[in-house]
């Protein structure tokens, strides 16, 4: 072929450590790559039909109205404001992080009057101070992020569901990071509409968002005022395509991206969800093993740390982006870096997934050793690992 066009796709070998995407499985991969069907096939109906059941099974939930949304993680945010939303209506928005910054972002432009109530980045909220704010604000809808990817932190979310549903409110979960990876019950939490993305535990690339709503909430978009003001992500359109009904005709549905998700759905479930928490909890308290022994300190108190994302602080006078670039350079390694006023401060250590392995947790920490100790940062030789695997061995 001829050399004027650009190189083909070859892309580097990497081990995704990061805030997301994690690694993705092979047989991920080979779905990915199995032939396109059109979006009206049987084939590809019964597929969505087998979708839409294994959903259900990771979001722990019976809610007929669960589905994948075409488009990332941000487009299943959008979906569950912008379907229960109505102009002037009142949101109240727990913002601890980026997350839920974006979602007060996406609330307020899709006309929502919009409260927020504000937890220092690496901090969660209590059920009293959310209680507060329902009194106060008297909302239709309150929404809240489970696993803040920005800070890793875990937000618990059962009695902020009480305290919002005594209230008349309902509940809107972000469990972008968390679902596959930690606990996510939404008919026990009687969660009201809740969004996803493929791309972190769930290790799919990027491309979809599984989002679901609660029978409370379908009666609420059923009995709307005014029309979804997006077209594309309307459910009263997108579900008669999900529908084993009607199969109506709204876009296409990213076929192969769907393919993938079905195989990485079967991933999770043929493991076990109760399995996948344990191995992230095991991993993450391995890693935490190591990089302590190493002198590193986690930016979120113990309680509240999520497994699937590790946020460290950077020790004094070390590099940010020096040991970020050697990890990948010389290790094929990508970690995150800190976001918003954790710019420069934490380092994003995701174990998401296909990446959450005892495998990448001793050659992370062995490579962070090599590159810390290149940027000028001595630690007792070995620490780290040697401590992981003290823990993997008790
Ligand atoms: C990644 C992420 C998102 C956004 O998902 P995209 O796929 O990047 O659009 C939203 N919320 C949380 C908590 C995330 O981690």
Redesign the pocket.
């Known amino acids: 072929m001829s050399d004027k066009f650009p190189k083909p796709v070859d892309p580097p070998r990497r081990v995704l450590m990061g ?2 995407p994690s690694d993705v499985a092979p047989q991920v991969l080979a779905a990915l790559a199995a032939p396109t069907v059109g979006h009206l096939d049987p084939y590809f109906l019964k597929l969505m039909d087998e979708v839409q059941q294994m959903l259900r099974e990771v979001f722990q939930t019976k809610n007929k109205l669960t589905l994948a949304v075409s488009g ?3 487009a299943g ?1 959008e979906a569950c404001i912008v379907n229960l939303v109505e102009p002037g209506d009142k949101m109240l928005i727990c913002v601890n992080g980026v ?1 839920g910054g974006r979602m007060a972002d996406v609330a307020t432009r899709y006309g929502a009057e919009v409260m927020t109530i504000e937890r220092p980045f690496g901090e969660v909220f209590t059920a009293d101070e959310v209680q507060q704010a329902v009194k106060e604000f008297q909302p239709k809808l309150v929404g809240i ?1 489970h ?3 920005s800070t890793g932190a875990l937000q618990p979310i059962e009695a902020i569901s009480k305290a919002v549903h005594a209230a008349g409110a309902l509940l809107v979960l ?1 469990c ?2 968390s679902l596959g990876g930690l606990p996510v019950k939404i008919d026990d939490w009687q969660i009201d509409a809740a969004y996803s ?1 493929t ?2 535990c769930l290790s799919c690339p ?1 491309g979809l968002a599984p989002v679901t709503f609660s029978d409370r909430a379908v009666e609420v978009m059923e009995t709307r005022d005014s029309k979804v003001a997006s077209w594309y992500l309307d459910m009263s359109m997108v579900r008669n395509y999900w529908s084993d009904q009607s199969r109506a005709y709204h876009h296409t549905a990213p076929i192969n991206m769907n393919y993938g998700l079905h195989q990485a759905l079967r991933n999770v479930l043929d493991e076990g969800l109760e399995n996948a928490f344990t191995r992230h909890q095991r991993n993450h308290l391995a890693l935490r093993a190591g990089l302590e022994a190493m002198g590193l300190n986690y930016a979120v108190a113990e309680e509240y740390r999520l497994p699937m994302l590790n946020a460290v602080l950077i020790p004094n006078g070390v590099d940010d982006k020096a040991v970020r670039s050697r990890l990948l350079n010389e290790f094929g390694i990508e970690i995150g870096g800190g976001l918003g006023p954790m710019a420069g401060k934490t380092w994003r250590i995701g174990l998401m997934g296909e990446a959450c392995t005892q495998r990448n947790v001793l050659l992370f920490l062995a490579a962070l050793e090599n590159c810390l100790h290149a940027a000028g940062h001595s630690i007792s030789p070995g620490a780290g690992v040697g401590a992981a695997n003290e823990y993997y061995a008790s």
């Open positions: 805030p997301g990332t993680g941000s945010m997350f992020v696993a803040e990817t972000d972008v990071t993305g791309q972190k990027p």
